[in-house]
Nanobody
Framework: QVQLVESGGGLVQPGGSLRVSCAAS????????MSWHRQVPGKERELVAA????????NYAVSMKGRSTISRDNAKNTIYLQMESLQPDETAVYYC??????????????WGHGTQVTVSS
């Protein structure tokens, strides 16, 4: 059974930092590009960052470049997203996804259920 389980969400103050994690199971993790997405109620889900199977290549949304880092540990079947300088309009549910394609794909095979990140004072 495929599972993607996000964790690490919560309340963070504006300008603060947060790291979210996604633990995968039930598929060959090292064969899948992984990504983080976020969705605000009433808006479309958007890509935040993606990482290649080996971790050597990463892609970021323009708004996240320079203040976020996506990483993966294939030994632990886990990906991470470290975010800095968070702002209130980045309050969203953050999802991880897996794709047996390149990191540039817009088609994903598996999704997690998400973790809520709230940026507020």
């Amino acid at each position: 059974q495929v599972q993607l389980v996000e964790s690490g969400g919560g309340l963070v103050q504006p300008g603060g930092s947060l790291r979210v994690s996604c633990a995968a199971s039930g598929f060959t993790f090292s064969s899948y590009a992984m990504s983080w997405h976020r969705q605000v109620p009433g808006k479309e889900r958007e890509l935040v960052a993606a990482i290649s199977t080996s971790g050597a290549v990463a892609n970021y949304a323009v708004s996240m470049k320079g203040r976020s880092t996506i990483s993966r540990d294939n030994a632990k079947n886990t990906i991470y997203l470290q975010m800095e300088s968070l702002q209130p309009d980045e309050t969203a549910v953050y999802y991880c996804a897996a794709a047996r394609r390149t990191i540039w794909t817009t088609t994903y095979d598996y999704w997690g259920h998400g973790t809520q990140v709230t940026v507020s004072s």
